[in-house]
């Protein structure tokens, strides 16, 4: 069997089952395990699969945000944790950028340090900060419906007037190759200005993110540090990761 023949062979098995261990495919195409760890390796940095301790897990691929409405209601008792660790390396004169979310709305909850200062493209964030007492600016530009996001060049702009001391960013996918990822340009741009423009950087974001890939990339995986609430396998070794 050639080599790509059995790599896609290989990719077919993986995307199907989800998650398959290297005995699996040993069986499955009557080759040895050394064969099978070199193939899964390669696989790996094509970015075809994940190669995990014993095996392989599918790449998720998502093209499109789901409506915040629906995003609300997953994960809520992990974002929670997540952000009030977030919340807790906030402090006294610190200027903050929250992205647009809902971990990052869980974040804005958890908030007590009232000398900081607040910078957010969330509309629903800038209005929970504010009549929480916090001082707070709110990012101009079009509004994107599905995220409740401020995007585009006025929100650029705006952005690109800081130095934020600390931010915290959701994220649609996390892979250690693609990094983290979004569906929008226009909102991948708006995270990856405010990221150029922050000194300590935070992606906050739940366990199911990992080996998701979504078509935009804003930042890369070493880029920031990672809150959330375990450490997917395969990422294990990432002293990036924060587990909340």
Same mark, same amino acid.
């Given at each position: ?58 790449? /998720? =691929? ?6 915040? !409405?629906? $995003? *609300?209601?997953? +994960? ?6 997540? %952000? ?80 934020? /001391? =600390? ?6 996918? !996390?892979? $250690? *190759?693609?990094? +983290? ?6 909102? %991948? ?56």
């Amino acid at each position: 069997m050639l080599v790509e023949e059995r790599f896609e062979k290989i990719i077919n098995i993986v995307n199907k089952r989800k998650s398959v261990t290297v005995q699996d495919l040993m069986e499955a195409l009557s080759v040895s395990e050394s064969t099978i760890r070199r193939d899964l390796s390669s696989l790996d940095t094509r970015g075809d699969l994940i190669k995990v301790h014993g095996g392989a897990l599918a790449i /998720t =691929v998502k093209a499109h945000d789901d409506e915040i !409405i629906n $995003r *609300k209601i997953l +994960f809520p008792e992990e974002k929670k944790r997540i %952000a009030r660790c977030a919340a807790s390396l906030v402090h006294s004169s610190d200027l903050v950028y929250i992205d647009a979310g809902t971990t990052t709305e869980y974040i804005v909850e958890q908030l007590s340090e009232k000398n900081a200062v607040y910078v957010t493209n969330a509309v629903s964030h800038a209005r929970k900060l504010a009549h929480s007492g916090f001082e707070v600016y709110m990012v101009g530009g079009r509004l994107k419906r599905v995220t409740e996001a401020v995007i585009g060049s006025t929100a650029v702009d705006f952005i690109s007037r800081y130095n934020f /001391t =600390v931010g915290f960013w959701g994220s649609n996918g !996390i892979h $250690r *190759k693609t990094g +983290f990822t979004t569906p929008d340009h226009e909102e %991948a741009e708006v995270k990856r200005i405010s990221m150029a423009h922050c000194k300590k950087k935070y992606i906050v974001a739940d366990s199911s993110k990992f080996g998701t890939i979504s078509p935009v990339t804003f930042a890369d995986f070493k880029s920031a540090a990672l809150i959330t609430d375990r450490a997917d396998e395969g990422y294990s070794d990432c002293r990036n990761i924060i587990i909340a």
